[in-house]
């Protein structure tokens, strides 16, 4: 069974930076692609940052592009999400997800193709 644990959110100023970890339980971790999605109050979750098994392909949100840098440590477990330049518009709970991937560059961005889900960390940018 894969759990997922997210940390790293809090309370910044417009301009700040912040980095997200996602912690992963379970074996084979390197078998499985991570994103990082965020949910904002009312609204649906949204695709944030994507990374393959291997970590050699990436993918971003537009609105997240130049600013946020997902990375992955298959010897720790670890997924990361360095967030730099934050807007109010970053405000969200983000929640990091894991899904089993055949393909070793494959990775997704739909919260669809995603098994497993943490439990989300709070980010909120005052303007």
């Known amino acids: 069974q894969v759990q997922l644990e997210e940390s790293g959110g809090g309370l910044v100023q417009a301009g700040d930076s912040l980095r997200l970890s996602c912690s992963v339980s379970?074996?084979?971790?390197?078998?499985?692609?991570v994103g990082w999605f965020r949910q904002a109050p009312g609204k649906e979750r949204e695709f944030v940052a994507a990374i393959a098994r291997n970590g050699d392909y990436t993918d971003y949100a537009d609105s997240v592009k130049g600013r946020f840098t997902i990375s992955r440590d298959n010897v720790a477990n670890m997924v990361y999400l360095q967030m730099k330049s934050l807007i109010h518009e970053d405000t969200a709970n983000y929640f990091c997800?894991?899904?089993?991937?055949?393909?070793?560059?494959?990775?997704?961005?739909?919260?669809?193709?995603?098994?497993?889900w943490g439990q989300g960390t709070q980010v909120a940018v005052s303007s």
């Open positions: 379970g074996q084979f971790f390197v078998m499985y692609a």
């Open positions: 997800g894991a899904t089993f991937a055949i393909g070793l560059n494959s990775y997704f961005t739909s919260p669809h193709e995603y098994a497993h």
